[in-house]
T-cell receptor, first 116, second 118 residues
Framework: GAVVSQHPSRVICKSGTSVKIECRSL??????MFWYRQFPKQSLMLMAT?????????EQGVEKDKFLINHASLTLSTLTVTSAHPEDSSFYIC????????????FGQGTRLTVV | AQKVTQAQTEISVVEKEDVTLDCVYE???????LFWYKQPPSGELVFLIR??????QNEISGRYSWNFQKSTSSFNFTITASQVVDSAVYFC???????????????FGTGTQLKVEL
């Protein structure tokens, strides 16, 4: 299967600071990337869909200004949690898909964010 | 709207027992995809299988098997002769049509925590 690399795997930050999470597709062109969020012992919830070169589409209830998504190239999408608060602590995971492997969803390793 | 139900929150079995994880889905799409993922404590999602709605053949891969029943909207997963290493959370997921740029928006079930004990 394709490789999607997510970095960092763990991050601890102070309240009020911003954190950037990177999602890279290593061996295919990811025209579409998805960002999910998972609270402890809960399911994964889609936050937003990003297409290369265009604005992300956010799911209902997700704050665009809080969770900034950039998909500037076919191999990289970033999620920035701005002015983080303890309630933003969660597991964030990305998935990537491309036109040549459109039906598949390859996931990164996930990022565990703790805001103190 | 799409929905995936995994009614079993937690299952505990003794090693070597067979175990079936249930998954029931709802969708109005005529073409859709069903997935199973394994999530060990480390958190990453390990892809297990993808099945499209037109392929109702059951599949076996080693100790894993999947039973897709379109008539009951179910896509159950069986582990034969379970092992301690199978302990993890298992998610069933559903996606609809492929987006223009490629890719699936997955709707996940709530997951089933499987504990396999010696």
């Amino acid at each position: 299967g394709a490789v999607v690399s997510q970095h960092p795997s763990r991050v601890i930050c102070k309240s009020g600071t911003s954190v950037k999470i990177e999602c890279r597709s290593l061996d295919f062109q990811a025209t579409t990337m998805f960002w999910y969020r998972q609270f402890p012992k809960q399911s994964l919830m889609l936050m937003a869909t990003s297409n290369e070169g265009s604005k992300a589409t956010y799911e209902q209830g997700v704050e665009k200004d809080k969770f900034l998504i950039n998909h500037a190239s076919l191999t990289l999408s970033t999620l920035t949690v701005t002015s983080a608060h303890p309630e933003d602590s969660s597991f964030y995971i990305c998935s990537a898909s491309g036109t040549t492997r459109a039906a598949e969803a390859f996931f990164g390793q996930g990022t565990r964010l703790t805001v103190v | 709207a799409q929905k995936v139900t995994q009614a079993q929150t937690e299952i505990s079995v003794v090693e070597k027992e067979d175990v079936t994880l249930d998954c029931v889905y709802e969708t109005r799409d005529t073409t859709y995809y069903l997935f199973w993922y394994k999530q060990p404590p480390s958190g990453e999602l390990v892809f297990l299988i993808r099945r499209n709605s037109f392929d109702e053949q059951n599949e076996i891969s080693g100790r894993y098997s999947w039973n897709f029943q379109k008539s009951t909207s179910s896509f159950n997963f069986t582990i034969t002769a379970s092992q301690v290493v199978d302990s993890a959370v298992y998610f069933c997921a559903l996606s609809g049509i492929i987006l223009t740029g490629g890719g699936n928006k997955l709707t996940f079930g709530t997951g089933t925590q499987l504990k396999v004990e010696l």
